[in-house]
Nanobody, 125 residues
């Protein structure tokens, strides 16, 4: 099971760090991803990190979002800086089926089988 935390309400320009912990299995051998979902829309990918720490970001968040992992703590993180109102969404962490080590091209939610419950980020202008 994946559990996200760290969401909240912040003003534009502020920062948040989202966390994702796994309680029943190790994520150290799996690539991991962060997705977000706007009301009425499908989940869209935000950032991916492979087991060798290679990272990928969707274009709209490059330079402001940072994905990282701490295998010793079995945790995944998403640092969000310079928050904009359009970042308001529910954010989910995800792990792929069979805990694959690389998320190359894995921008579709269908690549991932394990999801957290989501954490809400609300940015006010």
């Amino acid at each position: 099971q994946l559990v996200e935390s760290g969401g909240g309400s912040v003003e534009a320009g502020g920062s948040l760090t989202l966390s994702c912990g796994a309680s029943e299995y190790s994520i150290s051998n799996a690539c991991m991803g962060w997705f977000r979902q706007y009301p009425g829309n499908e989940r869209e990918w935000v950032a991916l990190i492979d087991t060798d720490y290679i990272t990928r970001y969707t274009n709209s968040v490059k330079g402001r979002f940072t994905i990282s992992r701490n295998n010793a703590q079995n945790s995944l993180y998403l640092q969000i800086d310079s928050l904009k109102p359009e970042a308001t969404a529910t954010y989910y962490c995800a792990a792929p089926q069979n805990f694959r080590p690389y998320c190359t091209g894995a921008t579709s939610p269908g690549f991932f089988s394990y999801w957290g419950q989501g954490t809400q980020v609300t940015v006010s202008s």
